[in-house]
């Protein structure tokens, strides 16, 4: 059973528009909450993270938004563009010093030009 | 990839040999992890390190024994490989150093593994 939920499994987006994935958890003890961007034939590659007392962090066109109450955050993608056509995944840690991540099982997104 | 170098990058093998993948990192950092990548499943922690000799096990550690005698090489064994472990396989390598306070961690380039 996948500790953290990610949706939706695939994603097209329009060049210019944005690109919102989901992820949800159920375990209050994750206390670290990174996005990976991962393209094909490559690792994953760290691309943002938070922390629980955040709600919100901004990086460039990438935000995450942090809902504690509703175990549930997101990525944000602004302006998506071609490039931006990766897999993500989200990922929690539940031992205080982000070792032990668990992902979720990925949105390929697919930014059409 | 972040100094992170891991061999073989490719490897096809029978049912029942002992196979050992090996991360190498020339970053000096104390953390090691080894992660398999499977369709559906996103990465799954299988074991990491957090010293020389010092290991513990992940979310899916059976059938895996991972080994580190120095701090640079982290090495992954499947005793008898079966097929459900034909997946891509990540090595990971990361520092309490970074900014946030957590152990950011970044990948290697992957190794595709499959058992016949």
Redesign the interface.
Known sequence: QQQVKQSPQSLIVQKGGISIINCAYENTAFDYFPWYQQFPGKGPALLIAIRPDVSEKKEGRFTISFNKSAKQFSLHIMDSQPGDSATYFCAASVDGYGNKLVFGAGTILRVKS | ?AG?TQSPRHKVTETGTPVTLRCHQTENHR?M?WYRQDP??????IH?S?GVKDTDK??VSDGYSVSRSKTEDFLLTLESATSSQTSVY?C?I?S?TSG???????????TRLTVL
């Open positions: 990839d992170i953390y992890y559906g499943h996103g990465l799954r922690l990491y957090y992940g979310e990540f990971a990361s309490s946030s306070g957590y152990n950011e961690q970044f990948f290697g380039p992957g």
